[in-house]
């Protein structure tokens, strides 16, 4: 079945350093959205893109929507210790609602 | 209070024990979702209600049973559990079935089974 692969799996990284990590799929998606979860919670939603080559800031955040409509990237720029959990990326494909294997963030101050 | 809310946040119980998750959203949302995240592995879907309908069941064991009884509103019942059903299970809402603004998420319940 689809699979969207997240890359790398995990990233320890300093504070203040800028943090960029990837999703791809075998399919094409109309939409990506990326998620972060902090340490025991639920995932909240960060950004959404809608468009391919689209891209879209929040904050320090910034998403893009691959070209190929196959993959989509998060960057975080000078990041701090708050920024620490697990980023997912998801979006529906066909009838079902995918979400990727996640990129564990630790940062240390 | 707004957003999704799950209780309890922690759960230990017994493989005889018969316990419930409840989940509850104040979004307006018509459609509600139960996952199990495991350690080192994606978000499973386990359960769809649209509605209040189920729409969906991801060849799920029968001892895990849900229930809506209305569109604020949603249940997963646990009876006999193993081991491996230890897990963090999160609740979600969206609000239609399937649509592209994507999912709003209570802080799940992370269930032990001894």
């Known amino acids: 079945g689809q699979q969207l692969n997240q890359s790398p799996q995990s990233m320890f990284i300093q504070e203040g350093e800028d943090v960029s990590m990837n999703c791809t799929s075998s399919?094409?998606?109309?939409?990506w959205l990326w998620y972060k979860q902090d340490p025991g919670e639920g995932p909240v939603l960060l950004i959404a893109l809608y468009k391919a080559g689209e891209l879209t800031s929040n904050g320090r955040l910034t998403a893009q929507f691959g070209i190929t409509r196959k993959d989509s990237f998060l960057n975080i720029s000078a990041s701090i210790p708050s920024d620490v959990g697990i980023y997912f990326c998801a979006g529906p494909s066909g009838n079902q609602f995918y979400f990727g294997t996640g990129t564990s963030l630790t940062v240390i101050p | 209070e707004t957003g999704v809310t799950q209780t309890p946040r922690h759960l230990v119980m017994g493989m005889t024990n018969k316990k419930s998750l409840k989940c509850e959203q104040h979004?307006?949302?018509?459609?509600m979702y139960w996952y199990k995240q495991s350690a080192k592995k994606p978000l499973e879907l386990m359960f769809v209600y649209s509605l209040e309908e189920r729409v969906e069941n991801n060849s799920v064991p029968s001892r895990f049973s849900p229930e809506c009884p209305n569109s604020s509103h949603l249940f997963l019942h646990l009876h006999t559990l193993q081991p491996e059903d230890s897990a963090l299970y999160l609740c979600?809402?969206?609000?239609?079935?399937?649509?592209?603004?994507?999912?709003?998420f209570g802080s799940g319940t992370r269930l032990t089974v001894v």
């Open positions: 399919s094409i998606f109309n939409t």
């Open positions: 979600a809402s969206s609000q239609q079935h399937r649509q592209d603004y994507g999912y709003t």
């Open positions: 979004l307006g949302h018509n459609a």
